[in-house]
């Protein structure tokens, strides 16, 4: 069985779908860390509540990226991570944790990148006036959100669309889509000889 840490920084429902695929059976896999930068949010309750450890950290407290990635890496070691789903964790990722953990290490993003990368992805599609919108899982590497793609779902936007209710739309999607994305990634052989 491999063990995997999600990394969250809000509400964590990404997280959340994933939790629900373990406990169906649907991801075969153990979360063994919850990873959050943001005391208070409601990923960490998510966690409790399941019973999953969780490493919360203030950035501001730390010297440096470094200094705080160095700590995650030793939460990480310890609770023996083969795997890293960043869900909503809304921080670039440095060499300290790339190093032991690219290839092994991937990001769901509100958008068809490398469309609207970064920040508040849907404000950005909605002010583009785009017809169509998306969800892409992809490997992290050093960029904002430019790592190889694995896979990509596409979301229409309608004419008096808000953010919410694209929001909501993506949402759908990615929440379907993720844990089966990591239990692919997590499986391949058995995909292949289905
Ligand atoms: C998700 O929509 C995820 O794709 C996005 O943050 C949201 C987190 O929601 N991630 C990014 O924008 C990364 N650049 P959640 O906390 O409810 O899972």
């Known amino acids: 069985m491999k063990n995997i840490a999600v990394f969250a920084s809000g509400s ?20 063994t860390l919850l990873v959050c930068d943001k005391p208070g949010v ?34 990480l070691n310890d609770a023996e991570v083969d795997f890293i789903a960043l869900a909503g964790y809304m921080r670039l990722i440095g060499p300290t944790l790339l190093n032991e953990f690219e290839g092994k290490m991937v990001n769901i993003h509100p958008s068809l990148l490398p469309e609207f990368p970064g920040k508040d992805a ?29 896979e990509q779902v596409a979301v229409p936007v309608y004419e008096d669309d808000t953010q919410n209710h ?21 499986h391949p052989a058995e995909v292949n000889s289905n």
């Open 122 to 150: 849907i404000g950005q599609a909605l002010e583009a006036g785009v017809n169509e919108t998306g969800v892409t899982v992809h490997y992290v590497d050093n960029g904002m959100d430019t790592g190889p793609i694995i």
């Open 166 to 186: 694209v929001r909501k739309r993506i949402h759908e999607v990615e929440h379907e889509l993720y844990p089966k994305v990591l239990q692919k990634l997590l």
């Open 42 to 75: 409601k990923a960490i309750e998510r966690a409790e509540k399941h019973g999953i450890p969780s490493f919360v950290f203030s950035p501001k407290t730390y010297v440096d990226k470094e200094a705080f990635e160095t700590e995650i890496l030793e939460k």
């Open 12 to 31: 964590g429902s990404n997280f959340q779908a994933i939790i629900d695929a373990v406990e169906t059976g649907e991801l075969e896999a153990e979360i």
